[in-house]
């Protein structure tokens, strides 16, 4: 929206001090003649933007155009801060929001706090994009006009339709009675019913979002904590889920616990190594697992795991044994 660009653009101009129209379009994402137009209308609705000419011109605002928000305190904006800098709001398309909204906070505080809340919030990362291995942790990406029906229809209230791709499915459209937003790990999930049953829909799987104008049909009232977590214990105890005792090397135990579904036994065997008892979705879920940590896990039991994990070491080495 136009309006939420004008109030960025002074925002960006007030911490700034000066940008050229080259930086200001980076920053918004629009050209420079979209921005050029944008500083037209802000001097025509009078306020005081200027350009300096010269090799380090740009537009700048006349000094004191501002206004502050008082009762904020240099902790709470740190609070504000460091939570705008979390990865959550990617999940369900609010990033630009969010970014909106952090300039309004920094530009808001009154001169004394800005510098000290600021300075503290570049001091701490929340959720880097790669680990201390260097694996990146990829978030999923959600269309920005997917993720704005969906929430539309969440805070409405309203029945949403949507095309769905669900795992080694046809896409198909579904018409669903939203019921609120999840996101763990970087990966966004609508909490829904259809046909009066309970739903969970991984966002970044929906091809096509429409808000229909029906009411939905649910509580007024939700507790999505309690409703995340009866959806989890449901999904864990389902499907063909699979037990595995696994003995493997205690620095790789984060890296298996991480994919599985439950621990349901541990304890440390003779030579240091970690004895699990360990719940996975289906077989294929086991074999992949344990597969991945290669010679630092061993499956001692089921023997049909063991064999299928011997039968695809015995072909990678047949494929890379030397030739005669």
């Known amino acids: 929206m136009r309006a939420d660009r004008l109030v960025s653009l002074v925002l960006l101009l007030r911490q700034h001090g000066r940008l050229s129209a080259t930086a200001l379009a980076r920053e918004l994402e629009v050209s420079t003649r979209t921005v050029l137009r944008d500083i037209e209308a802000l001097s025509?609705?009078?306020?005081?933007?200027?350009?300096?000419?010269?090799?380090?011109?740009?537009?700048?605002?006349?000094?004191?155009?501002r206004t502050e928000l008082t009762g904020l305190n240099p902790d709470e904006a740190l609070a504000l801060l460091v939570a705008g800098s979390r990865r959550g709001a990617q999940a369900f398309g609010l990033g630009s929001a969010l970014a909106s909204a952090m300039l309004k906070v920094v530009d808001a505080l009154p001169e004394s706090y800005r510098d000290t809340a600021a300075g503290a919030a570049e001091r701490l990362l929340i959720d880097p994009e790669v680990d201390l291995l260097s694996r990146r942790l990829v978030a999923e990406e959600v269309p920005d006009a997917i993720a704005a029906e969906v929430l539309r229809a969440v805070f409405a209230g309203h029945k949403l339709q949507i095309h769905y791709a669900a795992v080694d499915q046809t896409p198909k459209w579904r018409t669903v009675d939203p019921i609120g937003l999840v996101t763990i790990r970087d990966r966004g999930y609508l909490l829904a019913t259809r046909s009066g049953a309970d739903r969970t829909y991984r966002l970044s799987r929906i091809l096509a979002a429409k808000e229909l104008p029906e009411p939905a049909q649910r509580p007024e009232r939700v507790d999505l904590d309690r409703a995340w977590q009866e959806r989890s214990t449901r999904f864990r105890t389902g499907g063909d889920q699979v037990t595995v005792l696994v003995l493997m090397n205690p620095e790789r135990r984060e890296e298996l616990l991480g994919t599985a579904l439950a621990v349901s036994a541990e304890e440390a065997d003779a030579d240091g190594r970690l004895r699990l008892e360990v719940t996975f979705q289906d077989p294929r879920h086991a074999e992949w697992a344990l597969w991945q940590l290669s010679t630092d896990a061993e499956a001692l039991a089921p023997q049909w795991l063991r064999t299928s994990l011997r039968n695809r070491a015995t072909a990678l080495a047949t494929r890379y044994g030397v030739s005669s």
């Open 44 to 65: 025509a609705a009078g306020v005081p933007v200027y350009a300096e000419r010269g090799r380090h011109g740009g537009f700048a605002l006349l000094p004191g155009f």
